[in-house]
């Protein structure tokens, strides 16, 4: 399994039922199951025509999706010893992939370059040291040299792609791509369900979404974001379109010591937890994929710095940034148009 150590995300991809006016001659459908660590949640709505043939059935799709989704875990999981990536993980240089995991590659190397380090998909060592990855989180703090020593075996600069295959300049290098691989794993199911002729959907894994169309009666899908608090209390709700959406927030996955609250999100440059108030990003993207990635990034860079690179991307982003007596709002106008007007 894919499993996002580094990221928890804050979205409530509510499908929203609205039961008041429902034609009789739509349904509204659920697929549900277990991927990557986490849950996933397919929504769709079908024609009178397509309710009665078997390929648009919830059978029929979940083998459908459930092969997808096996398929990526075989390619991309840290958790799985002989996938794709676990096996290049353990070469010394370079292993050849498949072309699904060189685009997702592909993708991460360029939002490094992007974001000037911030999203960094090598940099598990230090996730593992500050106690956020498969092992236990730590009783003391991470010394200074250690940090140093850690942060020698990390840096994308030292991935590449040659053809099919991945190569590290590095013999120990370690690429974990839990930050952009559930991100893929939506795209791979969207892209599925149009494929199968099914154009109104909302895809959700473990928080990562993708909508397309419409739920019944035309209406948009909704999705809210959450307010960083204790209970799922709403911030914002949403109409995204044809788009996918991501939320990457610290609010939830953190530890105490010495009195110090420590981040799940470490910044690949000082080799330490961010300290900085941004508290939750939420990105929209035509891919779930970059979303997700973009998400990581910003969080990362920290308010002023990640809006800053939000608005140079042209992007639609999100902040919540925490306050002495709450959360306060920044968002760039590419995401104002999203926003539900309140009644």
């Not at 990362?300 to 919540?320: D, I, M, R, S, T």
Request: charged residues 20%; proline residues 4%; hydrophobic residues 35%.
């Amino acid at each position: 399994m894919i499993q996002s150590s580094i990221k928890w995300l804050a979205l409530i991809g509510l499908a929203f039922f609205i039961s008041s006016c429902s034609k009789p001659e739509q349904q509204l459908l659920q697929i549900q199951g277990q991927t990557m660590g986490t849950y996933y949640q397919v929504t769709y709505a079908l024609s009178s025509e397509q309710s009665e043939d078997k390929q648009y059935s919830i059978q029929h799709l979940q083998t459908l999706i459930d092969q997808q989704l096996e398929l990526v875990n075989d390619q991309m999981s840290t958790y799985r010893p002989q996938s794709e990536l676990s096996l290049f993980n353990k070469s010394e240089r370079a292993f050849e992939v498949s072309d699904a995991t060189i685009k997702v590659v592909k993708r991460a190397l360029q939002v490094y370059q992007q974001s000037g380090g911030a999203f960094d998909v090598t940099v598990g060592p230090l996730v593992n040291l500050w106690g956020f990855g498969p092992d236990k989180k730590p009783n003391k703090v991470p010394s200074a040299e250690l940090i140093e020593q850690t942060k020698q075996k990390i840096g994308s600069q030292y991935l590449s792609i040659e053809g099919n295959r991945l190569v590290k300049a590095k013999p120990e290098l370690y690429v974990d791509l839990s930050s952009i691989a559930k991100g893929y794993g939506v795209d791979v199911i969207a892209e599925l369900l149009t494929k199968q002729g099914i154009t109104n959907y909302l895809v959700d894994i473990g928080g990562e979404l993708r909508a397309s169309g419409t739920k019944l009666n035309n209406a948009p899908w909704t999705l809210a974001v959450e307010r960083p608090e204790f209970g799922q209390n709403v911030q914002r709700l949403l109409h995204i379109g044809d788009n996918a959406i991501a939320t990457s927030g610290d609010y939830r996955n953190y530890f105490e010591f010495d009195g110090i609250r420590y981040s799940h999100t470490i910044d690949p440059a000082t080799g330490r937890p961010i300290s900085h108030k941004l508290v939750s990003v939420t990105v929209i993207d035509k891919s779930s994929m970059v979303a997700d990635a973009l998400a990581t990034a910003i969080t990362v860079l920290g308010p002023e710095n990640g809006l800053k690179f939000a608005n140079k991307l042209n992007q639609p982003v999100f902040l919540l940034i925490k306050q002495d007596d709450g959360f306060i709002e920044s968002y760039t106008p590419a995401f104002e148009p999203f926003f539900v007007e309140e009644e």
